[in-house]
């Protein structure tokens, strides 16, 4: 079956520092979703990405889906506190349900 | 506002019981879902259902089993709870079938 991998699993910045994640998948995706689940929170819906070699931006924010759509990645530039959370990726298959990566668990140091 | 409403927060239970996990939503979304989330392997799909009576199997559906009696309620049921299913259950709903999901808040159930 699809299988979506996250990497790093963990990450330490300093405040200010840029972050990325990665999502790879083991087959051809139609879609990409992104979730930020707070500490103690549930996950909350960032983005769809549905286009080969989509960028997309939020503010410090930036999305990308990969030209072969087999991998995206998400980009935090200059790293606050209130961005402390585990954040997912989730590949959607044409007739098939969502399926999540991991998650790569984001911590900040003021 | 749109809402996911779990009927617990958190649950003990005891091995050999019966579990029930309420899940209720208020955007009138055909699709419903659950999810277990253990650290690392992210969220595994149990069940869905894509309509009021309708079910379908997830990932790991073994030793669960759902309910969809009404569009804005989804059950699910651990007939005879064991120490392996103690996790965080995530409800979520969507309009569309891999579309934005919205989550509730999670039951996280402790089996002793």
């Known amino acids: 079956g699809q299988q979506v991998m996250q990497i790093p699993q963990y990450q330490h910045v300093q405040e200010g520092e840029d972050f990325t994640t990665y999502c790879n998948s083991s087959?051809?995706?139609?879609?990409i979703q992104w979730y930020k689940q707070r500490p103690g929170g549930h996950p909350v819906f960032l983005i769809q990405?549905?286009?080969?070699?989509e960028v997309k931006k939020q503010k410090r924010l930036t999305f990308q889906f990969g030209e072969a759509k087999k991998n995206s990645s998400l980009h935090i530039t200059a790293t606050q506190t209130t961005d402390v959370g585990t954040y997912f990726c989730a590949g959607g298959n044409a007739g098939n349900m969502l399926t999540f990566g991991g998650g790569t668990r984001l911590m900040v140091k003021p | 506002d749109v809402k996911v409403t779990q009927s617990s927060r958190y649950l003990v239970k005891r091995t050999g019981e019966k579990v029930f996990l309420e899940c209720v939503q208020d955007m009138d979304h055909e699709n419903m879902f659950w999810y277990r989330q253990d650290p690392g392997l992210g969220l595994r799909l149990i069940y869905f259902?894509?309509?009021?009576?309708?079910?379908e199997k997830g990932d790991i559906p073994e030793g669960y089993s759902v309910s969809r009696e009404k569009k804005e309620r989804f059950s699910l049921i651990l007939e005879s709870a064991s120490t392996n299913q103690t996790s965080m259950y995530l409800c979520a709903s969507s309009p569309d079938f891999t579309g934005e999901l919205f989550f509730g808040e999670g039951s996280r159930l402790t089996v002793l």
């Open positions: 087959t051809t995706l139609s879609n």
């Open positions: 990405l549905v286009k080969s070699g």
């Open positions: 259902s894509y309509d009021v009576k309708m079910k």
